[in-house]
């Protein structure tokens, strides 16, 4: 399983991005009982999950990003996102997307980095 990140990039506090993940190298019904993890890891701090989707669309997520960051994925396309509303300077950090097979195990894309600045 292969998971390609993009997205990412510069903008400015209050402003938006749309980060994805799509899976490669499985079948599109077995990539659909996979969980999609977002994760960020900030200079100098640690590993963070960010947001949880599970294989029937259960979402969970970090205090620290409730209300702001909407995780979702569309089965068809293999592809998870993260839409990542009023960003803060403290949302800067690379994003990494796991995914997570049952029986499978766990993947990891190289990560996008988000940056949140004036």
């Known amino acids: 399983v292969q998971l390609v990140e993009s997205g990412g990039g510069l903008v400015q506090p209050g402003g938006s991005l749309r980060l994805s993940c799509e899976s490669s190298?499985?079948?599109?019904?077995?990539?659909?009982?996979?969980?999609y993890r977002w994760y960020r890891q900030a200079p100098g701090k640690q590993h963070e999950l960010v947001a949880t989707?599970?294989?029937?669309?259960?979402?969970d997520y970090a205090d620290s990003v409730k209300g702001r960051f909407t995780i979702s994925r569309d089965d068809a396309k293999n592809t998870a996102y993260l839409q990542m509303n009023s960003l803060r300077p403290e949302d800067t950090a690379v994003y990494y997307c796991?995914?997570?097979?049952?029986?499978?195990?766990?993947?990891w894309g190289q990560g996008t980095q988000v940056t949140v600045s004036s």
């Open positions: 190298g499985i079948l599109s019904g077995l990539s659909a009982q996979a969980w």
């Open positions: 796991n995914f997570d097979l049952p029986g499978s195990g766990k993947y």
């Open positions: 989707i599970t294989h029937i669309d259960s979402t």
